[in-house]
């Protein structure tokens, strides 16, 4: 999607060889119309497959997911991190590890809102070890509803998760391909 | 807000005399047309304020505030509540404590997405007694950066948020606002 790899360009940061930073335009500063149109990308990508249901994860996720979602015009199902007093007890849960933030947690949702008729577009932020969109995958086969796709806005496409996730047959969109970091470019 | 009101009382629950679960349309799973006309209306709540950023914090703030941001056509930054790899070190901050997960955590800012020619509205799906409302306060008290009002989506208007709100002279505007939970029933 060459507008934002043009935006991931102008605004993002290589750091290291590894951690592209975008946080002037989507995971801590957010961009709305950039999201519009990012929104308007998975809809184009993913409109024959009758989602009913987008599925993300906290925090990051969120937003990209909601202006998703008014595309495809289906509720948003948020995976939590952390316990809350708020969360029902009967869950979906699946265990994942954080590379950023180098630790384990639970991610939890609610069986109320995933069910076998589901037809779910799964949506984040970045793919890079595949974790936290191997987490998803799991609690969508535990809900027992259609995984369609899952949506990426930014990949490391020099990191395994790609790999991770075709294995288990899943459609990946991912709307920006970092290839690699070099001498603190960003190449698609 | 009707519309609003009704959903709550047709999908929220009581759990006790303190909890309102709005998990199925607000805080885990979430109805994007809802949130639609929730920004729409703290649209015409601040549309002559000049609003410039909108600010949040993770993670049931950011859908709220990102459909929201659509009507102001706005960036929104959300504070971060965890530490990460990918967050700058050069930080506004402030420590908050939240009753309902019962421990204090630190917010976080990046100083390059507030200063003091933002006018600020902050966003958020809960006002109870007000510690992440005063957090996010804080945060634009040192962001130099002026606090237009604050937006909340549902307030328990028997907890002393708005009371302490107030006496910071804050405008605050409430869509919901519970005034008691009784014999398991929510009363407006």
């Given at each position: 999607?060459?507008?934002?790899?043009?935006?991931?360009?102008?605004?993002?940061?290589?750091?290291?060889?590894?951690?592209?930073?975008?946080?002037?335009?989507?995971?801590?500063?957010?961009?709305?119309?950039?999201?519009?149109?990012?929104?308007?990308?998975?809809?184009?990508?993913?409109?024959?497959?009758?989602?009913?249901?987008?599925?993300?994860?906290?925090?990051?996720?969120?937003?990209?997911?909601?202006?998703?979602?008014?595309?495809?015009?289906v509720p948003v199902v948020f995976?939590?991190?952390?316990?809350?007093?708020?969360?029902?007890?009967?869950?979906?849960?699946?265990?994942?590890?954080?590379?950023?933030?180098?630790?384990?947690?639970?991610?939890?949702?609610s069986k109320k809102y995933l069910?076998?008729?589901?037809?779910?577009?799964?949506?984040?932020?970045?793919l890079a070890r595949g974790q936290?969109?191997?987490?998803?995958?799991?609690?969508?086969?535990?809900?027992?509803?259609?995984?369609?796709?899952?949506?990426?806005?930014?990949?490391?496409?020099?990191?395994?998760?790609?790999?991770?996730?075709?294995?288990?047959?899943?459609?990946?969109?991912?709307?920006?391909?970092?290839?690699?970091?070099?001498?603190?470019?960003?190449?698609?």
């Amino acid at each position: 999607m060459e507008l934002l790899e043009q935006k991931i360009l102008k605004e993002g940061k290589a750091l290291g060889n590894n951690i592209v930073k975008v946080d002037s335009f989507l995971n801590h500063q957010i961009d709305i119309n950039l999201l519009k149109s990012i929104g308007k990308e998975f809809y184009k990508r993913f409109e024959e497959e009758n989602i009913t249901k987008i599925l993300t994860i906290e925090a990051s996720g969120i937003a990209i997911a909601s202006i998703t979602a008014l595309y495809f015009n289906v509720p948003v199902v948020f995976a939590k991190k952390t316990q809350s007093l708020n969360l029902d007890e009967d869950v979906y849960t699946n265990k994942v590890y954080s590379y950023t933030k180098n630790k384990y947690y639970d991610i939890k949702v609610s069986k109320k809102y995933l069910n076998k008729k589901d037809n779910i577009l799964i949506i984040d932020d970045f793919l890079a070890r595949g974790q936290a969109a191997l987490g998803l995958y799991n609690i969508v086969k535990q809900s027992k509803g259609n995984l369609k796709g899952i949506g990426i806005v930014v990949e490391k496409g020099f990191q395994d998760g790609r790999k991770l996730l075709l294995e288990k047959e899943i459609r990946l969109e991912s709307l920006a391909i970092v290839k690699k970091i070099q001498d603190g470019k960003i190449l698609f």
